[in-house]
């Protein structure tokens, strides 16, 4: 079964598309607030057996938070991603939260900037990559990743995930895939079996599509946890964590008491109907889901 990890997308910053977090924040996401709720919930993870935290660069000060949790914590695997930039300010209202590069000059600064901020990386990612990437025909960049002489990964969004996948491992530079994959949205499921069995470590994200799992469970999901005793989520993760080409589920939780009902997940097994939707469709609904 895989493992959980904690991903600090939801705590790095005053904002996010991940519905149900409202409560779970502080009422004032101020930077020391954000600061004090990620320590809370990685001192909670790293109580329950997690090892795994994964970052990136364009959430807003996760590097930051997590360098200041780090000592004393050395048998935890680290990981952070490269590509978007964090442009919102700390502003929960700003028109534009992160932009997007994926170029030498980009990932030349982001490199410079994680390694100020962590004192070890085991694993760095292309944030988002998709098939139509300019990285695909940059061999200068690739070989400037490549050099940094880390465990290179790329994470993908959209419906074309799977082709995306299929690219990237034609570039035979890289350990680690992370991509979207929920009882919603299935698309990338081959294109992340053949990636397994090429050896690439599979991480997946947004195992509770974005809160809407939790928030407006379909109905297979929420009686499964009703009969199970867990939550939803737990149901959502479950699913997920069965699937034998799976090594690694992110937790977006964004408080102590949402990671522990994610872990729940780890305990139970699920039996769901196919409950998954166009990939076209999920993507647009997901397209349309605000920053809170």
Known sequence: MAQLALGLASLGRPAYINLG???????????????AQCHRVLDTAYAAGVRWVDAARSYGLSEDFLSSWLPGHDDVTISSKWGYAYTADWRPDAEVHEVKEHSLARFTQQWRETRALLSRVDLYQVHSLTVDSPLFADRV?????????????????????ADTIRKALDLGIFQSVQSTWNVLETSAGDALREAHDAGLRVIVKEGVANGR??????????????????????VALAAIARQPFVDVVLSGAASPEQLLSNLDALRVEVDLPDLAEPAEQYWKTRSELSWN
């Open 141 to 161: 960049l690739q070989d400037a990743m490549v050099a940094i002489g880390v465990p290179l990964g790329f994470s993908t969004s959209g419906p074309r995930q």
């Open 21 to 35: 977090r409202e409560g779970a924040l502080p009422a004032v996401r101020d930077v020391e607030s954000m600061r």
């Open 213 to 234: 799992l939790v928030v407006t469970p379909p109905q297979a999901v929420a009686a499964q946890a009703e009969a199970l005793g867990v939550g939803p989520d737990a």
